[in-house]
Structure formats: C-alpha cells, structure tokens
C-alpha cells in the first residue's frame, strides 16, 4: 500500500521549516558555547534535530542553506572539541615527566 506524502506542504510547511530553523540556529549556538565546561546538549542531539526538520519539510533552497550552515557549525565544534582534546593531552603527557622528576624516590630494600 502506497503512504501518500503527509508532510505539510506550501506557505504552511515553510513558515513551520522557518520558525523551527530559526530557533534551532539560536539554540545551537548558545548550546556549543562551552559556558559550562562542555556543551549544553551533545551534537549528536543538533544532527538528529536538523535531520527531523528536513525530514519533516519540503524545503526551500535558502532553508537547506540554512541547514547546512548549522551542520556546518556542529563540524566546526567537533573539530575544535578534538583539538583543545588532543592539546590536553599532549600537555599532560608533557607534564607527566616534569612530576615524576620532582618525586623523591625511595631506596629499594633488598
């Protein structure tokens, strides 16, 4: 049995497409702030979230530009997340050996 298309369509299904896209660029930002020690929500929730309003909308060209900006957004957070990571890494293992240099060392008993 064929399902006929049920999502809404013409100036309706755009001004949905348009408030949804319009809080979602707001929100998404605020949310990959960092203000916190790390995201409000991960962005594996903002994909998902773009995913649903393009599943759920016939968009127009300037919403899928819309859309893709925003992915664009969570590629660029990722990539700095994995960065300041890795910079943490490389200054803890950079100071790992500082540490063990100021430890006193106890003689082995025999």
């Given at each position: 049995?064929?399902?006929?298309d ?31 020690g790390?995201?409000i ?13 393009t599943?759920?909308s ?11 900006r ?12 994995r960065?300041?990571d890795e ?6 293992n ?9 430890r ?7």
């Amino acid at each position: 049995m064929d399902h006929p298309d049920t999502r809404p369509q013409g100036a309706f299904s755009a001004l949905l497409a348009d408030q949804d896209l319009t809080h979602l660029e707001l929100v998404l930002a605020r949310s990959l702030e960092c203000d916190f020690g790390g995201p409000i929500l991960p962005p594996g929730y903002w994909r998902e979230r773009l995913a649903e309003v393009t599943r759920a909308s016939h968009l127009s060209h300037t919403q899928i530009q819309t859309v893709h900006r925003l992915y664009l957004r969570i590629d660029a957070f990722e990539t700095a997340e994995r960065q300041r990571d890795e910079e943490r890494s490389r200054a803890a293992n950079a100071a790992a050996p500082i540490a063990d240099a100021g430890r006193v060392r106890k003689p082995r008993s025999a």
